[in-house]
């Protein structure tokens, strides 16, 4: 099944959306070999510095995996830039995971970062595409004023 997720973060800490690791599976898929690995092994086969670059998908599909056990990959409705925030970003993944949208909404929020929320999840027609959304809407802040602001 297709599953949408509405997502809102404060993007400050992190490297943009899109993942940065080498590893196709991304980041999860490197945490799942990890935990595989008997605990005498670890340290050889630990992930490279590069490979744990912050970014939102990777700490998403990180989320899931910690969530299902499924190693995926999510899709999502645009990349962005370092440090941008999102109110209503989507991203999409396919999984076999017998969870409700509930379960996955309470999960996944239980299992991300505080800078990230899950704010809807919805099962979809396998014929949504992240990509195709009929407007996307940016707001540009620039502090002008003498004292820097807080957000």
């Keep these: 099944r297709l599953v ?5 973060y ?25 935990e595989a690995m008997a605990p005498g092994q670890r340290s050889g086969k ?3 510095k590069h490979d744990l670059i912050a970014t939102l998908q990777d700490t998403l599909e990180s ?3 910690r969530l299902t056990g499924e190693v995926l990959r999510t899709r999502s409705c645009s990349r962005t830039d370092s440090g ?3 109110l209503g970003h ?4 396919t999984t076999a995971s017998p969870l409700t949208d509930e379960a ?26 992240p990509r195709s959304s009929k407007r996307k809407m940016y707001r540009y802040t620039i502090a002008t004023g003498r ?3 807080a957000l």
Excluded: C
């Design 4 to 8: 949408k997720l509405t997502l809102e």
């Design 10 to 34: 404060q993007g400050t800490q992190y490297k943009g959306w899109q993942s940065q690791t080498k590893d196709t599976r991304g980041v999860a898929g490197l945490l799942a070999d990890m």
């Design 46 to 48: 630990a992930p490279k």
């Design 63 to 65: 989320a899931i995996w």
């Design 84 to 86: 941008v925030h999102a």
């Design 90 to 93: 989507v991203a999409v993944f």
């Design 104 to 129: 996955f909404l309470i999960g996944l929020n239980h299992r991300l970062p505080k800078d990230v929320s899950v704010r809807r999840v919805e099962t979809v027609d396998s014929s949504f595409e």
């Design 147 to 149: 004292i820097r602001p």
